[in-house]
């Protein structure tokens, strides 16, 4: 139980890792499945399983006037999936959202990966860790650590693959996993993409000058 309730219409970084420091992916597919829970998993209404969820869609296209559009949980700022962990930077949108959301798509990826590999228990530290983003600045230095975070760590060649963030969508203008509405404001508070790419290289360069380059089994926490 949260000592503070997560509160709608607030931002929030969040963050979690693999027990253990464990990797959360084997291979390109976990990768997909994962981004594919953190999309079909972020609406208010119960889906079950992603398999559970495509049949329902499927029966529902059938129907003389289907009703597929789906009502999020949270709005995607930016994110930074890496081998053993991953950061969020997200807005509450109904009460409750952020740890449905969160207790959804780390379930639903769980069981994918624990039916998958014959194994059994938690495959994340915990539930999630979260941060209110209490101000401005705290806001902006929180963008720019989350949209690029893969580069502030001393990340191991062979593992590059299993990289995805948002900066890809903030560089081309087409959002996908990040809210249209929060990508195209954020990129009218940094006049354009080319003042928004320089800011997080700005960010990522004061972090590593402060901690130096981390490897992916120490701690991944942005002080306040």
């Known amino acids: 139980m949260r000592k503070e309730p997560l509160v709608t219409g607030e931002y929030y970084h969040i963050y979690n890792r ?7 992916f084997g291979d390109l597919k976990d990768l997909e499945r994962f981004k594919e829970s ?16 495509y049949k329902s869609i499927s029966e529902r296209a059938l129907e003389p006037h289907p009703r597929i559009k789906k009502e ?26 952020i740890s449905k959301f969160m207790q959804k798509f780390q379930g639903g990826y769980t069981s994918y990966f624990n039916e998958k590999n014959k194994r059994s228990g938690s495959l994340f530290q915990g539930t ?11 806001f902006r230095k929180t963008f720019g650590y989350v949209n690029q975070n893969y580069l502030v ?11 995805f963030s948002s900066d890809k969508e903030y560089d081309s ?4 996993f990040v809210s249209k509405k929060e990508g195209q404001s954020m990129l009218e508070v940094f006049q354009g993409k080319n003042n928004l790419k320089e800011h997080c290289k700005e960010i990522i360069s004061i972090i590593r000058e402060e901690r130096g380059c ?9 002080p306040q």
């Not at 693999?18 to 959360?24: H, L």
């Not at 999020?72 to 959202?97: R, S």
């Not at 760590?153 to 299993?162: A, E, I, T, W």
């Open 18 to 24: 693999g027990v253990d420091k464990r990797d959360i």
């Open 38 to 53: 953190i999309k079909q998993f972020n609406q208010v209404e119960a889906i079950g399983s992603l398999e559970m969820y």
């Open 72 to 97: 999020p949980l949270v709005a995607i700022v930016a994110f930074c999936i890496n081998p053993n962990h991953f950061h969020f930077l997200l807005k509450q949108l109904v009460d409750g959202g």
């Open 128 to 138: 999630f860790k979260s941060k209110l983003i209490k101000n401005d600045n705290y």
């Open 153 to 163: 760590h001393d990340m191991p060649k062979s593992k590059l693959h299993f990289i």
């Open 173 to 176: 203008g087409l959002f996908n």
């Open 214 to 222: 981390t490897s992916l089994q120490e701690p991944d926490e942005l």
